[in-house]
């Protein structure tokens, strides 16, 4: 059986992070792939995956810093392969510091990787 690698991790280096502290929705691009997503905002935030067509080897990681508000991931027109379902199109996280996963695209899919904390599939 082949298997054909989309992206290795080691060709994703991290690219940074961004802290949001003011922002009730953040819609990602492309070119947002390889960035640590903090929420530090008191209130619910919802970032938006960039289309699925656009997501061969992207990657980004969501860290929830704060108590006070959740952290949603959005796949746009896709569902996500992972979590608790294959039939998902957001995860949603408590409000509970220390809550982080893991979005990864192939082109035709997202993947959640729920690392540590409650996401709750809807």
């Not at 060709?11 to 691009?29: C, Q």
């Not at 979005?103 to 899919?109: C, L």
Request: hydrophobic share 35%; with cysteine.
């Amino acid at each position: 059986m082949a298997v054909e690698r989309t992206i290795g991790f080691s060709d994703v280096p991290s690219r940074g992070s961004h802290k949001n502290t003011a922002t009730a929705a953040y819609t990602l691009s492309r070119d947002d792939s390889g960035i640590i997503f903090y929420q530090n905002y008191t209130t619910a935030t919802t970032y938006t995956l960039p289309a699925v067509a656009d997501s061969k080897g992207f990657v980004a990681w969501f860290y929830v810093s704060q108590t006070t508000g959740t952290l949603a991931i959005t796949a746009p027109s896709a569902i996500f392969v992972g979590g608790d379902s294959v039939t998902n199109t957001t995860y949603t996280s408590d409000a509970v510091t220390g809550g982080c996963c893991m979005v990864t695209g192939d082109g035709t899919n997202y993947f959640f990787w729920d690392i540590k904390g409650t996401w709750t599939a809807s």
